[in-house]
């Protein structure tokens, strides 16, 4: 157990629809990561939160948004869902952000669109 | 920009062969380099890491080496079990505002006993 919770672990909706991920990171991490991962893009970073701070972007989409909240949970927010929306969605955490930092994962919400 | 790439696989090989995954890199700067596992409907693990040249990250048998010269980490195992089955990631962070942990696009290995 990594001590990163996502909820929830598995979500169906259809096209058009927006839902809510969320995360609480492990006791004392400061910084959240949201990943997306698909078969064909692998790995790709979303979103990073240092202590309630947007800190680094990477390919996320308009249509979605994140934020961290005062008591460092996140959540991830995806609009006008697409079928290519399709994913398993994770979250990680890490005590600040730094070269060495080792980033902590919690076990993903699986987002399926219909 | 920053990148990772990793040996496409999948691997298959039996219980007690050698393993080499290879992972090169770009980057600005010096990055730290890592190496994750992912298990069946887990999230990803660490598995080792190293952070400056001529490191070598090691855990549960696994092996890698930080050259610098060659823009490499390339993970090792000397002798693979069944329980070895998974995806490894290879992946960089070069500790600058506004970057993060960098991921290959995984290796999935598959051991038969």
């Known amino acids: 157990d990594s001590g990163v919770t996502q909820t929830p672990k598995h979500l169906i909706t259809a096209t058009g629809q927006r839902v809510t991920l969320r995360c609480s990171p492990r006791?004392?991490?400061?910084?959240v990561y949201w990943y997306q991962q698909s078969l064909d893009q692998g790995l790709q970073f979303l979103i990073q939160y240092y202590n309630g701070e947007e800190r680094a972007k990477g390919n996320i989409l308009e249509r979605f948004s994140a934020q961290q909240f005062p008591d460092l949970h996140s959540e991830l927010n995806l609009s006008s869902l697409e079928l290519g929306d399709s994913a398993l969605y994770f979250c990680?955490?890490?005590?600040?952000?730094?070269?060495?930092?080792?980033?902590?994962f919690g076990q993903g919400t699986r987002l399926t669109v219909v | 920009g920053n990148s990772v790439t990793q040996m496409e696989g999948p691997v298959t090989l039996s219980e007690e062969a050698f393993l080499t995954i290879n992972c090169t890199y770009t980057?600005?700067?010096?990055?730290?380099l890592f190496w994750y596992v992912q298990y069946p409907g887990e999230g990803l693990q660490l598995l080792l890491k190293?952070?400056?040249?001529?490191d070598k990250g090691s855990n549960k048998g696994f092996e890698a080496t930080y050259r610098k010269e060659t823009t490499s980490f390339h993970l090792e195992k000397g002798s693979v079990q069944v329980s070895d089955s998974a995806v490894y990631f290879c992946?960089?962070?070069?500790?600058?505002?506004?970057?993060?942990?960098?991921f290959g696009k995984g290796t999935t290995l598959s051991v038969s006993s």
């Open positions: 992946a960089l962070n070069v500790g600058q505002a506004g970057t993060a942990l960098i």
């Open positions: 006791s004392g991490d400061l910084s």
């Open positions: 980057a600005t700067g010096y990055p730290s």
């Open positions: 990680a955490s890490s005590v600040a952000p730094g070269l060495n930092t080792e980033a902590f």
């Open positions: 190293a952070t400056k040249a001529d």
